[in-house]
């Protein structure tokens, strides 16, 4: 049984949400190499490799959120919201479930 085609507006949901917690892992990868750098003073080698990771998918994300706000009809609140969740660790999971759950992810989002 094939499967039916995507919509634009499912393509660029499941962009969003993949994006979104693969920041937030990165962060952990980044979080994980600065414990071993700063506190156990060890090694910098998760730092130099998650540095540049978190960052590309950092961008990505901040690419998707315009993406997002354009595709979906976001208010400019929950456009600055969707932003403003890419700087603490994790948040963008926490925007990810909120907006899910209130259809902001959806084709009329308005």
Known sequence: MATPPQTSHSRTR???RVVAFAEAVSWAGLLIGMFFKWVLE?????????GPIHGGIFVLY??????AWR???WSFKVAVAAL????????TL???V????RGLLGRAAR
């Open 14 to 16: 499941t962009a969003f």
């Open 42 to 50: 060890t090694t910098e080698v998760g730092v130099k490799v998650f």
């Open 62 to 67: 901040v690419v998707m959120c315009l993406v």
């Open 71 to 73: 595709s979906f009809g």
């Open 84 to 91: 403003a969740s890419s700087i603490p660790p994790f948040f």
């Open 94 to 96: 926490l925007f990810e």
């Open 98 to 101: 909120w907006a899910d759950r």
